[in-house]
């Protein structure tokens, strides 16, 4: 997933590469713990997409613009209530 997100930040170096490492953990984990989401394939193309827009917010954070930073963390928090509703993501069960 590493070199997915460098591509995608159009990041060539591996300068950032513990940051964007620590940074794909951290969206993992948000997802797994402050969500229901528990299908965290790191193949599945939504949630690469999900952790890509982590990434992107926490490299603008650090590196880039404020306003793309938000921006890219309304995308984040958008894209984890969209799997929340899909119910192949998560563990809740109709009962």
């Known amino acids: 997933m590493l070199e997915t997100i460098k591509a995608a930040l159009g990041i060539t170096s591996t300068v950032f590469d513990a940051e964007i490492t620590g940074n794909i953990a951290v969206a993992l984990a948000d997802m797994e713990y402050t969500t229901d989401i528990s299908n965290l394939e790191d193949t599945d193309s939504l949630i690469v997409k999900a ?24 995308s984040y928090d958008e894209q984890k209530k969209t799997l929340l509703m899909a119910s192949q993501y998560t563990t809740y069960q109709e009962g």
Not at 51 to 64: I, K, P, S, W
Not at 65 to 71: G, K, V, W, Y
């Open 51 to 74: 952790v890509t827009t982590y990434c992107a917010y926490q490299h603008n954070l650090l590196h880039g613009s404020m306003d793309l930073a938000e921006r890219f963390k309304t």
